[in-house]
């Protein structure tokens, strides 16, 4: 599988503190390549079990995709969700009833037992935090999950490798005093993006591409405005400031 090249466009943004509270999530359909002519999966939704229980989201476009098209490094989004920081334990993939193989220009369903009602179960272990946008692929090795049955038959027994990849860094710290300074502002060359500060003086600014900020703070009447300058942002990692204190 060639590797995927994960493009992120800079823009100038203002950034909600609701939304910098949570992760955001793609989840995209990817295969190796396999010796039919087609493996059609009918995906309905995607379940995921995590520490905050059980959720379902609805596909992006739920319906019949062809794996075969989505190899030798193409993938497609299934899922773009935001969600409040978790630790997943377990993905499903629940799938229709519209399930089939074409072998030799001849189409045959594919069985897959289990699917429609408990999902096909994918375990793993990925914690997502506030701030940071994570992609996640599932890769279907469609080779191996067709199984041939001795009756001509084909049944689904999925084998899929699950993998993840942060996209982004994040600012967090602590104002002093809490009621100083209402906004903040991270700035690069070549991106802009800022939140409120909550009542108890935190703050988060997600999503920053990596690289060097500027951080400025808005103090309210009676403090003074600060810049803190080359604050360092790496993907995958929230660079947490500490107590900022806004002088008078």
Known sequence: MLPILVVLVATSSCKDDTADRQAHVNIYLTDAPAEYDAVYIDIQAVEITSDMGVETFDVVTPGVYNLLEFNSGIDTLIISEDVSPRTISQIRLILGSNNTVVVDGESHPLETPSAQTSGLKLNVHYTFEAGLVYDLWLDFDAEQSIVEKGNGDYSLKPVI????????????????????????????????????????????????????????????????????????????????????????
Do not use: C, W
Request: glycine letters at 12%; proline letters at 5%; aromatic letters at 10%.
């Open 161 to 248: 490798r699950v993998y993840t990849e942060a996209l982004s860094g994040a600012i967090t710290g602590v104002v002093f005093p809490a009621d100083a300074a209402y906004y903040v502002q991270a700035m690069s060359a070549t991106d802009t993006a800022g939140t409120y500060i909550s009542a108890d003086g935190s703050f988060l600014i997600g999503g920053l591409p990596e690289g060097s900020y500027s951080v400025n703070f808005s103090a309210v009447a009676g403090f003074t405005d600060i810049t803190l300058p080359g604050v360092s942002v790496t993907t995958g990692i929230i660079t947490d400031l500490g107590e900022v204190t806004i002088p008078l």
